[in-house]
């Protein structure tokens, strides 16, 4: 009984946010690799290699990254306890230690992956019967788009080249007066207490290069600004404030 409760108050309570820093440690599989990262005594499963068109994209080795997430109810994967939703970043700075690789162990597998890894042009579709995004039909209304973002980063992943083309899409059939484009900068509540702030330049790398891309897809900003000053951190929501945020107007009467 006393070794049973001692096991129980090591495990992680469902439904509990975890926020920390750790190396990223990859395990093979006889199909595609797993993401793992390990935090007081515990592995958690991160993800799979899959093509850029996934919503997960893999860490690096040799850097550090940043964990944000909740513990998740049932099995384990790939020999870690999973965590929904998770927000995983990666740390710029070089990091050796960062260097583990797993060799593939007799039942642990991958889960399914939709598409497998490699460049998504060599890879069949998901569903032969995919629906075209619907166009935005009137009437139109002032709406806010917001594109998030890795933990000190201003990179624009796939996803998020998507969402600026939709934005752009809706400045142009709605006739838009106004488009407005905020960046804002974050910071994280570690599990351990510590707060990790992001780089004082990043809200204006992020609101900048928003810009450029929607002027390159014929939306120029009316207006471009930046919040320089970090969101203060809760420890489960942080992730939110690391945004761009982009505001269309609609023409009067459209």
Known sequence: MRLFVALAMTLPALAQHLNFVACPVVRDTKTVPCFLAEYQGETYFLGIQQDITADFYPPQLLHGALI?????????VCGGI???????????????????????EPGIDAPAAKRPAGPSTRQAPVSTAAVPPK?????????????????DSDFLFARNTRQLTDIAEYARISIAQRVEVTGHRGST????????????DVARLRAQRVADVLKGLGTPASDVRWISEPAAANGETDYESRRVAVRVVPSAGR
């Open 68 to 76: 944000e997430g909740i513990v998740a109810p049932g099995p384990r």
């Open 82 to 104: 999973p965590l929904k939703p998770l927000h995983v970043s990666v740390l710029a700075e070089l990091n050796r230690a960062c260097n583990t690789i797993l060799p593939a």
């Open 135 to 151: 166009k935005p039909e009137p009437p139109f209304l002032e709406r806010e788009f917001v594109i998030q973002y890795d933990f």
């Open 189 to 200: 509540l570690l599990s351990d207490g510590q707060v990790l702030i992001e780089k004082s």
